[in-house]
Structures are given as C-alpha cells and as structure tokens.
C-alpha cells in the first residue's frame, strides 16, 4: 500500500490474449498506481468478459475508441505484432504513453516509421516490452559487467528453451518471436550493437513440427567485438529454460539455473523447471509494468524504447536471411539518431 494521493493511471489494455489478460490481471490485482480504463479485443465478447470483472473498465472492438475512452491516460499494447504499428502511431498521435509488447512492430521499416514519428512528437512516448531487463537474474550480471570486476565480456553462452510451440511456428517466428530476445538482451547487457548474424541448424528433433527446424543455434557479433551464441530450441519437451553464461576477462557469470527448491528423496536430488515464460518471469512482468506506471505518472519513459524496438527488428532480418541462406549476414541499421529524453 502506498500513501499516493494522485489518481491512478487509466490505462486502455489492446489486445486481451494470453499476455493481454496476464497483464490486465497484473494491473488490477498485483502493482499499485494503475487500474484497466479500458479493454479492447478484436473479439469484442472476450474484451466485455474481462471488463466485466473490473469496476470502471469499458469494452471496445477497436483500440482507437478504447484509447480515447474516458479515463485512459496509458496504453498497454497486447495484441498480435501486426497490428502494432497502426495502434502505436494513433497512441503517439494522441500523445499517450505505451508500453508495447514485442515486437514493437514487424519489420524494420515499420518499427523505423514508429520510430520517427515519436522524434517527431519531440519526447519519448513508447516503452517496449523486454521484460527480460526487469529480471532480478539479468539484472544481477548487468551490474555486475558494469562494474567491470570480471573485465571486458568476450563472450556471451545463451540458451532458450520452450516446451512445446503451437504447429504453425515458424522458423521465421524462432527469430523474431524467441530469439528477438536474446537480440534485446545480448544488446543492452554488452551495451553493443549487433553487427552481423549467422544461423546453424543441426538434424531437426523428431519432436519438431513438420517443415520447423529445430532447435538452431544462432550466433551474432557485435561492434564492440563480442560474440554471442543462443541455442534456440522450442519444443525441448521438459521446460522452459532461459540461460546466459558471460565469459569475461577475469572470469564468468551464470544466470538461468533455476535454484530454487532443491529436495533429496528416493535416492535422486532436483528441483522443478518453469513450464512457461509466463511463470518464468512472472515477477519480471510485475517489475516492468510497476516502473512503467511509476514512470509515467512522473512524466518519464524509462526502459527500452523504440531505437531497441527498431534495431532489434533489424537484427532480426538479418537473422532471418541467415536462416535461409546459410550465409553470414551483415545488419543494416540506420544510425542512432539522437533522442530527447
Ligand atoms: C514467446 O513469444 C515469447 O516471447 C517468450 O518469451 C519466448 O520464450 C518464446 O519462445 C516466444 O515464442
């Protein structure tokens, strides 16, 4: 409990999926300082189920009425990648903040439109949602390869691993859906750039779905002479696992392992591994859109905004012409305009 006089930030939740109704549920039960305005869903029957749990909180079929609803001051985009660019540009053409769910939109171009339009707007607007920089793991070895005790960072091992992914995965979507990111978060811990990607594929698992290869492993330079590999496999079978060893200078770091609950019994010691991302970094999700609420309402935008947004979408072409040409592929970026803070 806080004893903040102000009125809560309204915010209007787009998109009411699996992540749409974890965050709406995040917002009106778990953080302080906000509360669901509005909800909207292409489906406007799912959008009126969730609003009719939550005191205040309207129903729409289109994310512009829901953003110009009575009461929203926030938008909180979750709906399919597609359609981002459209509700992002209408956000930004009512001066709203956003947190937006990655990607910020598909594609470069897309994402570089978004992108000039916020400079445009003169201030920063739009966060987007990499909540893996909210997690207490990623932001232990950040600080601690900031503080520069283990020296430079060489290297970066990462590993990510989902149980199972739905038939229509894509080997396109292993990039931009899975490996997008290790992409955001391989930048922001080795304050680089990427430069240039390539893509192996061993034998595919017979667990994969037909016509997906996988897993891949995935390896990318930077402009800061790193180099980064991310073994990608979505339907491991056994759990969702999420991990990054540094290896520096003077030393390595590991984050991912998971030790929680250890228990010894029937001759065989273990713990559990998490089933999803949603259970993984369910208190990352809660950090991200508390400093979300907490930094709007100061009139600030705070974490990864839409230069990430973009240079990750430009990785990730790269990585996708990697896939299919078996090529090393250079990333073709603008470069960083400067930005108003
Ligand atoms: C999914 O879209 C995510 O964002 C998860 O964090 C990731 O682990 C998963 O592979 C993606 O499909």
Request: charged share 25%; with cysteine; hydrophobic share 45%.
């Amino acid at each position: 409990m806080t004893n903040d006089a102000r009125p809560p930030l309204g915010v209007a939740v787009i998109g009411t999926g699996m992540m749409g109704a974890d965050h709406v549920r995040r917002i009106d039960e778990v953080i302080s300082g906000a509360r669901v305005a509005a909800v909207a869903d292409i489906d406007e029957g799912r959008a009126k189920d969730m609003a009719a749990g939550i005191h205040g909180c309207g129903a729409y079929a289109d994310p512009a009425e829901a953003m110009a609803a009575p009461g929203v001051d926030a938008v909180l985009i979750a709906s399919p990648g597609p359609a981002h660019e459209e509700t992002l540009l209408a956000a930004l053409a009512r001066d709203l903040p956003v947190l937006c769910e990655k990607p910020m939109t598909t594609g470069s171009e897309s994402a570089l439109r978004v992108l000039e339009a916020e400079l445009r707007l003169g201030h920063r607007r739009i966060q987007v949602g990499y909540m893996r920089r909210y997690d207490a793991e990623y932001l232990q070895l950040k600080a601690l390869l900031d503080s520069g005790e283990l020296g430079r960072p060489l290297m970066l091992h990462c590993r990510h691993r989902n149980v199972s992914v739905h038939r229509y995965f894509t080997d396109e979507m292993l990039i931009n859906d899975s490996v997008s990111h290790e992409f955001d978060a391989a930048r922001w811990l080795l304050g680089q750039e990427i430069t240039a990607v390539r893509v192996l594929r061993p034998a595919p698992s017979g667990h994969a779905p037909a016509g997906l290869s996988d897993p891949q492993f995935v390896v990318f330079e930077t402009d800061g002479g790193a180099i980064v590999d991310v073994e990608i496999f979505v339907n491991s079978g056994f759990g969702y696992q999420v991990q990054t060893e540094a290896v520096c200078e003077r030393g390595t770091a590991r984050i991912g392992e998971a030790h929680g609950l250890m228990t010894s019994t029937a001759g065989r010691w273990g713990g559990a591994i998490a089933p999803d991302f949603l259970a993984r970094f369910a208190a990352a999700y809660d950090r991200e859109v508390q400093a979300w609420v907490d930094a709007t309402r100061r009139g600030h935008v705070t974490g990864p905004g839409t230069w990430d947004g973009y240079a990750v979408a430009a990785v990730c072409e790269a990585g996708i012409e990697a896939q299919r040409t078996g090529r090393r592929v250079p990333v073709r970026m603008i470069d960083r305009p400067a930005f108003p803070s």
